[in-house]
């Protein structure tokens, strides 16, 4: 059985190390891979997974190895492990390369990539990489919505947990209860609320505030709640609870990545940012928009419209155009409210569509079985 590290630097608060944790468990537990995780933030880590000791240098946590990779670290006592995952180009120390490169044979070394929708993503896939000086190659490993690309990360018996979860509704109520959040009533939309900093957040609230359906939004502790502090003219904190017309906010604590899932298995539509939350929300079979991390020149843009184009390939034209308008009205921070009132007649026949949509997904297997087989491939 193949040694597999995993190295991960913390750009994105919680989704560079929500996308490595979840792989480090998916390798580990549904593979049986011994896992070592190197974090150089584990203050960040411990937000989504509170048993971790933020001080420890090293530790395991769920049978995982955890490590903390310190910039001043010089690695010179490295063993490398069979294979090396660098998390999102995060740029290995040089000493591990040098250690790399005395191995016999090499260890097999995986850049995993962004998560991108893009056409050219298919073509990087797999392509290797020859290091400049040393004797070894990189491979490029995509995430991606193709058969010929890495797919998305999912654990084994997701689907069939979360499917038993949203017909249960004692259990979704004693989920919020933990929150003092009362049991759904009838006619109620709930919303989780995780994303950016967004002008259009108060456009929502607003229209939400003013409407005739009761809407109950979920918003966890980060930096959305800013805005929502804004709109209800007070700071907020984890375990309020405030009602402004037809709307009731409720802040929730930040939990571990399961808490999470449940939150948004029991939501009816799902704002999600960056990509670790963006590709769960996929999995909650939910609705969803994406408010994706801002680029210069506005190349997130082209991101969203480039997984638009793929979510949204067999829905009805009129389905399809209001959803594209909402997201980019959502991510340019503006016309949200009036593209909400576009979208809103859409909404019960895009919740079927979503319950579709993960077997669409998972039809060539996850990234994690996909970077297995490639793994085993011999790849070097």
């Known amino acids: 059985m193949k040694s597999i590290d995993i190295f991960c630097t913390v750009i994105d608060n919680y989704g560079d190390i929500g996308v490595a944790w979840r792989l480090a468990r998916r390798l580990a537990h549904d593979f049986g891979y011994p896992v070592r995780l190197w974090v150089d933030d584990l203050a960040s880590f411990e937000r989504i997974a509170p048993l971790l000791e933020e ?36 740029r290995l120390p ?13 260890p097999q070394w995986i850049n995993l ?19 400049p000086r040393l004797p070894l190659v990189k491979r490029f490993f995509f995430p991606g919505f193709t058969a010929d690309t890495g797919g998305l990360l999912c654990e084994d018996g997701l689907m069939e947990t979360r499917r038993r979860w949203q017909q249960d509704p004692l259990a979704q109520k004693a989920f919020w209860q933990m929150f003092d959040i009362p049991e759904k009533q009838a006619g109620e939309w709930r919303v989780s609320l995780f994303a950016y900093e967004n002008p259009a957040i108060g456009e929502l609230l607003s229209l939400w505030a003013a409407g005739e359906q009761p809407v109950s939004c979920m918003v966890p502790e980060g930096k959305a709640l800013a805005d929502v502090s804004r709109f209800f003219g007070q700071p907020l904190q984890a375990g309020q609870h405030l009602r402004r017309g037809a709307l009731t906010a409720h802040v929730l604590p930040m939990t571990d990545q399961d808490g999470y899932d ?23 079979a939910r609705p969803l928009a994406w408010h994706i991390y801002k680029q210069d020149e506005d190349a997130h843009l082209i991101k ?11 829905m009805p034209a009129g389905m399809a155009d209001a959803i594209r308008g909402f997201s980019h009205a959502w991510n340019l921070g503006a016309g949200a409210a009036d593209a909400w009132r576009k979208l809103a007649p859409w909404l019960p026949e895009w919740r079927r569509y979503s319950t579709e949509w993960p077997e669409t997904l998972l039809e060539g297997g996850d990234l994690g079985a996909r970077l297995v087989q490639f793994m085993e491939s011999g790849l070097e």
């Open 94 to 106: 040089h000493a591990v390369e040098a250690a790399m490169a005395t191995q016999s044979p090499a």
């Open 262 to 284: 449940l939150t948004l298995w029991s939501c009816d539509f799902n704002f999600v940012r960056g990509e670790d939350s963006f590709v769960r929300a996929q999995w909650a």
């Open 113 to 131: 990539e962004y998560l991108s929708a893009e056409d050219w993503v298919s073509g990087c896939h797999r392509m290797p990489s020859p290091h």
């Open 304 to 314: 969203l419209d480039a997984f638009l184009s793929h979510y949204c390939a067999g």
């Open 55 to 90: 001080h420890a240098d090293q530790q395991t946590l769920d049978d995982i190895a955890v490590r903390r990779w310190r910039a001043e670290d010089s690695f010179a006592d490295y063993q490398p492990a069979d294979v090396v995952i660098e998390a999102f180009g995060c």
